[in-house]
């Protein structure tokens, strides 16, 4: 645990943010919350764990403007128990006056936890990217789900998206504000540096876990496509990332004759992504199943294009087809090919959609969590207020 910060003042109302643990854009978002809120709340960064079976981030860096806890110090979120960490989250929580927790509502533990606070009249935020079309939806199940949700008192959502879904389960009557899924602009670019790379040779680049709901597959099949057109000027693929499909998708690249021009970059920290993505000519995300995909606002915030599949829920804020990027069929490796055939062809028209993205990049900040902690902290802001409607509008917008 780290000390709590100077600036803490014991007599201010606490807002408690809890994740199973911190990625470097989790520990982004709180210290934007805890600037905003200074010297009007205390903010109290609890982690449940310090480790996670489902992903390998990089080890949490000290906080400056809030406080930070650890319930479960060296251990695996997976592998503490359900009452264990409900008690821990219960007591730990007691005296904060607004808790956001980004722990999934599907685990039964923070079900308990929404209605232990609501009986008890305090506040509870869900924090969440789950929209209607991540799969297959039961209405039965969706109906049950809606009754258990009803002990939280609002909810912090990524997109429109992620809105209509939150309303669809009950939450029209309650507070429902955009910007969870954001990360420091500033903190990203400065990783990246200052990296100078001819147009001609920026390649394509997908960031992220190599496993089935990224559709590399069919990303290879379509830059396949893309590369035998282009002959000797296709632009190279870069993947970064490792998963359980990499062997496979090796395998593959062979086959479809694109070995050669296709670079498995592995698992790498936050700087080296940084410094992939500012080299791209786009970034390249054709999940079938993607609740947002924070990598695109990693490359908003470089003025990387992207092309993106409709799945891609940070579509709906950060990509505008021919104008920041391009949507196209995830099923489809012609549309795949058409669509980097496009992004290739003219550095000029390149360039205006690099300086379209960057123009998008106050929507990809963790201000916008700031403004939505904000709002639900005090909700007669009027700054807030404003805040979180332009964020709207400009979604909204074409």
């Known amino acids: 645990m780290s000390a709590p910060p100077a ?4 007599d201010l109302p ?3 943010i809890l994740f199973t643990h911190f990625a470097p854009y989790h520990i982004d978002r709180i ?3 805890a ?3 200074a010297g ?3 903010v109290l960064a609890v982690e449940a764990a310090d480790a996670s079976d489902e992903y390998a981030w990089e080890p949490a860096r000290a906080f400056i403007h809030a406080k930070h806890l ?3 110090p060296g251990r695996v979120y997976e592998q503490v128990g359900r009452f264990e960490r409900l008690q821990a989250y219960a007591e730990t929580l007691r005296g904060a006056e607004l808790v956001l927790t980004g722990i999934p509502y599907s685990e039964p533990d923070i079900v308990a936890l929404a209605w232990r606070r609501r009986a008890r009249g305090r506040r509870i935020v869900a924090m969440t990217d789950s929209k209607f079309d991540d799969k297959p939806r039961n209405l039965l199940r969706e109906q049950v789900k809606a009754r258990l949700l009803a002990g939280f008192s609002g909810a912090m959502v990524a997109g429109l998206r992620q809105r209509a879904y939150l309303e669809f389960l009950g939450f029209a009557d309650k507070p429902l504000v955009p910007g969870y899924d954001t990360l420091s602009v500033e903190r990203v670019r400065a990783l990246a540096g200052d990296i100078k790379i001819a147009w001609a040779e920026r390649p394509f680049v997908f960031v992220g876990r190599l496993v089935g709901k990224k559709n590399l597959p069919t990303l290879l099949a379509g830059y396949a496509r893309y590369a035998e057109q282009a002959g000797g000027k296709a632009r190279r693929l870069v993947l970064v990332g490792d998963g359980e499909q990499r062997a496979e998708l090796e395998a593959l690249a062979g086959q479809l004759g694109i070995a050669g021009t296709v670079d498995f970059a592995g698992l790498q920290v936050s700087r080296i992504v940084a410094q992939h993505l500012v080299q791209a ?3 390249c995300l054709v999940s079938t199943e993607e609740q947002w995909g924070l990598v695109v606002n990693e490359a908003v915030a470089l003025g990387i294009p992207a ?5 891609v829920g940070a579509r709906d804020a950060l990509v505008r087809g021919g104008v920041t990027g391009h949507v196209v069929e995830p099923q489809s490796p012609e549309s795949i090919a058409r669509a980097m055939t496009v992004m290739a062809a003219d550095e000029g028209q390149w360039q205006a959609m690099s300086q379209g993205v960057t123009q998008r990049a106050w929507l990809a900040d963790a201000e916008r969590f700031a403004d939505a902690t904000e709002l639900l902290f005090d909700p007669e802001n009027p700054d807030a207020a404003r805040d979180i409607q332009r964020f709207w509008d400009a979604c909204e917008a074409g």
């Open 281 to 283: 000519l786009a970034l």
């Open 40 to 42: 009007r709340a205390r």
């Open 7 to 10: 600036s803490q003042n014991t």
């Open 307 to 311: 092309i993106v599949s409709p799945a």
């Open 70 to 72: 650890v319930l479960f």
């Open 14 to 16: 606490q807002v408690a």
């Open 31 to 33: 210290e934007a919350a």
């Open 35 to 37: 600037r905003r809120l």
